[in-house]
C-alpha cells in the first residue's frame, strides 16, 4: 500500500526520505546526484509545471558528473526511475485514491519500468564500452601500419575509410611528448580531439597513442590554413597549447614533421617528428614546439657521422685545454652566431660580460687557429660548433672517424 507523508512533515524533509530511499534501490549512487530533479518531479505532479532548459541542463551536469566519478549508466538511470517511482507513491492524491487494485497496478508497472530501463541502460553502456574498446584497438593497429610505411596499400585504403582518412591527400604527423610517464591518456586524447576537430574537423585527422607518445595526423592544407598560428607549426601550436591546459603531465613538448603526400608520406613525416623530438632532447632545447624542418641541418650533419666527428675532433678538441673545459668556450661561439657576430648580443644572452666576451674569443682562436672574424673560419668553425652539439660532444666521447 502507498505511504502517506504526515500532513505536518516539510515538503523537503519528505522529498529528502524520497531520494534516500532511491539512493539504496540503486546500490548506494550519492544523493546528491539528483540535484533538483525531485522538485521538478513534485512541481509537475502538483501544478502541471513541465522542467525549463536550465533545469534539464543542470540534470546533464549530474549525468557527466556521475560518469567521471565511474557510476555506471545503469545505476543512474535506477536512482532516477526508483525516485521517481517513490514519489509518486506518496504523492497525497495517490495515497487518499481508494482503488487499491489500480494502485497496487500502478505500482507494479513502475517498478517494471525501473527495472527494464535500468537494465537497458547498463547493457547499452557496456556495449558502448566494448564498442569503444573495439575502435581504440582498431585505430591503434592502423595508426602503427600508416607510422610503418610498409603495409598492403589497398588494405590500408579500405581500413581508414571509417576514421575518414583520404591517403591520397598530403599529411603531417605531430608528435607530442610528456615531461614524466604519459598522464591520463582518455583525458589528453579527448582534449586534443575537441581542439583538433574543433580546428581542423574531423575529416582526416586522427590521434592516437604510440610508444608513450600522442600522435596527431592531420591534413596540412588545413593545418597550414587554420587561424592564429604561425604557417609552418600551426599544428604544433595547435597540439601543445591543447595539451598545455590539461592539470596533469606539463610541461609538453610536440614535433611536427613536414608535409609529405600519399601513404609513405605519413611515415616520413612520423619519422621526422621523432627525429626532431630526439634531437631536440640531444640539443637540450626547451622550446615546447619544435619543427623538423628547424632541423633539417642536423639530419645532413649526422648523414656522414665519420665526417662531422673527424671535423670536430679537429677543430674542436683543442677547446679541451681551456680552464673550465670546453663547454665555456663552445656555448660562447654558439651563442655568437646565433646573435649574428655582434658581441653585446652574445653577452646578454649568456648574461656575461662583453669583455668577457671578447676574451673567450681570442682564446678560441689561441686554441683551435679558427676565427670566428673571417668568413671562410667561421663557417669551419660553425659547422663544428653544430656536429658538435648534434654529437653532444663534449657531454659524450666523439665516435670512431675511421
Known amino acids: 500500500m502507498a505511504r502517506r507523508p504526515p500532513a505536518t512533515a516539510p515538503r523537503q524533509a519528505w522529498l529528502d526520505g524520497v531520494a534516500e530511499g532511491a539512493s539504496r534501490d540503486a546500490g548506494g549512487v550519492p544523493v546528491h546526484l539528483l540535484g533538483g530533479y525531485l522538485p521538478l518531479l513534485a512541481d509537475a505532479a502538483a501544478t502541471g509545471r513541465r522542467p525549463r532548459r536550465a533545469e534539464l541542463d543542470a540534470v546533464g551536469r549530474l549525468g557527466r558528473e556521475a560518469a567521471e566519478q565511474g557510476i555506471s549508466a545503469g545505476r543512474v538511470v535506477q536512482l532516477y526511475l526508483s525516485a521517481a517511482r517513490r514519489l509518486w507513491q506518496d504523492l497525497p492524491a495517490v495515497a487518499r485514491s481508494g482503488d487499491r487494485e489500480v494502485r497496487a497496478a500502478a505500482a507494479a508497472v513502475l517498478h517494471v519500468i525501473d527495472d527494464a530501463v535500468a537494465t537497458l541502460a547498463e547493457g547499452y553502456a557496456v556495449a558502448r564500452r566494448d564498442l569503444i574498446r573495439r575502435e581504440e584497438t582498431l585505430r591503434r593497429e592502423l595508426v602503427d601500419d600508416l607510422l610503418r610505411g610498409d603495409s598492403d596499400l589497398g588494405g590500408l585504403v579500405q581500413r581508414a575509410e571509417p576514421f575518414g582518412l583520404d591517403l591520397a591527400r598530403v599529411h603531417q604527423v605531430a608528435l607530442a611528448a610528456p615531461s614524466r610517464r604519459l598522464p591520463d591518456t582518455d583525458a589528453a586524447i579527448g582534449a586534443l580531439e575537441s581542439t583538433v576537430f574543433e580546428r581542423l574537423g574531423d575529416r582526416d585527422v586522427l590521434v592516437a597513442t604510440k610508444e608513450g607518445l600522442l600522435v596527431v595526423l592531420a591534413p596540412a592544407e588545413a593545418a597550414t590554413a587554420a587561424p592564429a598560428g604561425v604557417a609552418r607549426s600551426d599544428l604544433g601550436e595547435l597540439v601543445h597549447g591543447a595539451l598545455d591546459r590539461l592539470r596533469h603531465g606539463r ?28 634531437m631536440a632532447r640531444r640539443l637540450h632545447l626547451d622550446k615546447p614546439v619544435v619543427d623538423a624542418q628547424d632541423l633539417l641541418i642536423y639530419r645532413v650533419l649526422l648523414r656522414d657521422q665519420p665526417a662531422i666527428a673527424d671535423l670536430v675532433s679537429a677543430v674542436l678538441t683543442p677547446l679541451r685545454h681551456a680552464r673550465g673545459g670546453a663547454g665555456p668556450l663552445l656555448d660562447t661561439l654558439e651563442a655568437y652566431f646565433a646573435s649574428g657576430g655582434v658581441a653585446t648580443e652574445t653577452a646578454r644572452r649568456l648574461r656575461i660580460s662583453v669583455r668577457t666576451v671578447t676574451y673567450r674569443l681570442a682564446r678560441i682562436e689561441a686554441l683551435t687557429g679558427y676565427t670566428p672574424v673571417d668568413p671562410d673560419q667561421r663557417f669551419t668553425l660553425q659547422a663544428a660548433v653544430l656536429g658538435a652539439r648534434a654529437l653532444d660532444w663534449p657531454a659524450q666521447p666523439l665516435p670512431p672517424t675511421g
Open 251 to 278: 610541461p609538453w613538448q610536440v614535433a611536427v614533421g613536414r608535409p609529405h603526400p600519399g601513404l609513405y608520406g605519413i611515415a616520413r613525416s612520423y619519422e621526422e617528428a621523432r627525429e626532431a623530438l630526439a
